[in-house]
């Protein structure tokens, strides 16, 4: 995923960690304070998403609609290449997630 420079609106920026970067996926660790964004953001790649705390992320869409997503630790999801949004979270607490891009086109 890549995102904005910082996040928008004034909230605190989502802290990206890379793990592994090659020729065949990126996996990056993701660190949101409560209120923390990643900024609007187009994804480059099929990724899978491993939520590692429970709670609650805001998709915010391109036009402006937000929807309210409830994720649990350890339980896994996936999207294809293509999807635009923010992405905030509005836990009183951090919220951590894994983020698998796979690299490689579908064979």
């Known amino acids: 995923m890549k995102s904005s420079p910082g996040a928008e609106g004034g909230r605190p920026a989502a802290t990206p960690t890379v793990?592994?970067?090659?020729?065949?996926?990126?996996?990056?660790?993701?660190?949101?304070?409560?209120?923390?964004?990643?900024?609007?953001?187009?994804?480059?790649?099929?990724?899978?998403?491993?939520?590692?705390?429970?709670?609650?992320?805001?998709?915010?869409?391109k036009d402006g609609k937000a929807t309210d997503a409830a994720l649990v630790a350890g339980r896994s999801y996936a999207r294809e290449i293509g999807v635009e949004h923010d992405v905030v979270n509005p836990n009183p607490f951090e919220f951590v997630f894994v983020e698998i891009e796979l690299k490689e086109p579908r064979r």
């Open 19 to 61: 793990q592994i970067d090659n020729a065949r996926m990126r996996v990056t660790e993701w660190r949101f304070p409560p209120g923390g964004a990643t900024g609007f953001h187009r994804h480059e790649y099929d990724y899978c998403v491993v939520p590692m705390t429970t709670g609650t992320l805001r998709i915010e869409a």
